[in-house]
């Protein structure tokens, strides 16, 4: 299994009331307890941060699960343009048979009803209910 995780309104919500990240920790535990599951960055941050800076925001033992970051494509040209920058990935990766989850705060960048995605509310970010959504993809693949 593959997660294509986005940070801004997931890792902390949105609006970022108390800093970037904050939802880092919270992150963390819940991916310790699904060991098999590979991260690739989708985030935005993806796009001014390269990888190992990318890494350097989590625990080392997930900053080594943290496998590369998506390819970026013009959301002008790209209805969907998240989940197509995901296929991309998998296609490039030789990968595109592999169960994969996106979480992230926005439906638009999927096509509707993308069963790949976990959605977060953004202005609340990774919480127990996203939590809860995401071991449910999770195991429904196991």
């Known amino acids: 299994m593959i997660l294509f995780l986005d940070f801004d309104g997931v890792l902390h919500p949105f609006s970022r009331p108390d800093g970037p990240l904050t939802l880092v920790p919270r992150f963390e535990r819940?991916?310790?307890?699904?060991?098999?599951v590979k991260i690739v960055v989708s985030s935005a941050w993806r796009e001014v941060y390269e990888l190992e800076e990318l890494q350097s925001f989590f625990s080392a033992d997930?900053?080594?699960?943290?496998?590369?970051?998506?390819?970026?494509?013009?959301?002008?040209?790209?209805?969907?343009?998240?989940?197509?920058?995901?296929l991309a990935w998998l296609e490039a990766n030789g990968r595109r048979h592999e169960e994969w989850a996106a979480i992230d705060d926005t439906s638009w960048f999927f096509a509707p009803d993308c069963p790949n995605l976990v959605l977060v509310d953004g202005e609340q970010g990774f919480g127990a209910a996203s939590e809860e959504a995401l071991r449910m993809r999770f195991e429904n693949e196991a």
């Open 30 to 36: 819940f991916m310790r307890q699904h060991p098999e």
């Open 62 to 86: 997930i900053a080594e699960r943290i496998i590369d970051a998506t390819p970026i494509l013009d959301s002008a040209l790209h209805e969907h343009v998240r989940e197509k920058e995901i």
